[in-house]
């Protein structure tokens, strides 16, 4: 039973580069979600994906953010121009349909040099 | 906009030691309310998902209650594996594509 998977799973980089993060969604879910954890806090949504289609975006993902989901498969998030108060664990989840829980993948751990 | 607000932040327990953890929410209209286990550098781990007043679920020694406006967590008789973050989480009718968290309660558990 393979979960959700990301990666990488640690992200260093210095301030002003771009990165790109990926995530592979448990097989036949339809639904794809972005959460964003600072230390000490909960998640925060970011956006999710309907199949290929980006149903909705959180006002905290700003221009420098984007999200694809080509073809309805794996996702991908960038960060252009990443700035120190993007270091954050950057989550994914999948489900098979609003009826489901959300199942989440162990994160990519961004932090800005 | 929904809020989930958890108490309390920390809670340290003996082996064997019973407690509860709350969850108190407000939202336009409860789809379903989601508990979920973090361990450190890792992502939540579902658990249960309580859709109305009165429901209960259980695994092991976690128990999980729902009213009209908060959620209680028990663990009884823990071991120091139960050891974790535990988040509580909201999905609104209106907006029933997230989630929103607490900050969640770290329970720790000695032997």
């Known amino acids: 039973d393979t979960g959700v998977s990301q990666n990488p799973r640690h992200k260093i980089t210095k301030r002003g580069q771009n990165v790109t993060f990926r995530c592979d969604p448990i097989?036949?879910?339809?639904?794809l979600y972005w959460y964003r954890q600072t230390l000490g806090q909960g998640p925060e949504f970011l956006t999710y994906?309907?199949?290929?289609?980006?149903?909705?975006k959180s006002r905290l993902l700003s221009d420098r953010f984007s999200a694809e989901r080509p073809k309805g498969s794996f996702s991908t998030l960038e960060i252009q121009r990443t700035e120190q108060g993007d270091s954050a664990m950057y989550l994914c989840?999948?489900?098979?349909?609003?009826?489901?829980?959300?199942?989440f993948g162990d994160g990519t751990r961004l932090s800005i040099l | 906009e929904d809020q989930v607000t958890q108490s309390p932040e920390a809670l340290r327990l003996q082996e064997g030691e019973s407690s509860s953890l709350n969850c108190s929410y407000t939202?336009?209209?409860?789809?379903?309310l989601f508990w979920y286990r973090q361990d450190p550098g890792k992502g939540p781990e579902f658990l249960f998902t309580?859709?109305?007043a009165g429901e209960e679920k259980e695994k092991e020694r976690l128990k999980a209650t729902l009213t009209k406006k908060e959620s209680f967590l028990h663990i009884t008789a823990p071991k120091p594996e139960d050891s974790a973050t535990y988040l509580c989480?909201?999905?609104?009718?209106?907006?029933?594509?997230?989630?929103?968290f607490g900050a969640g309660t770290t329970v720790t558990v000695r032997a």
């Open positions: 989840a999948s489900s098979l349909d609003t009826y489901q829980p959300q199942h």
């Open positions: 989480a909201v999905q609104g009718f209106g907006d029933d594509y997230k989630l929103s």
């Open positions: 097989s036949e879910h339809n639904r």
């Open positions: 309580l859709y109305s």
């Open positions: 939202v336009s209209g409860l789809r379903g």
């Open positions: 994906f309907q199949n290929e289609a980006q149903l909705e």
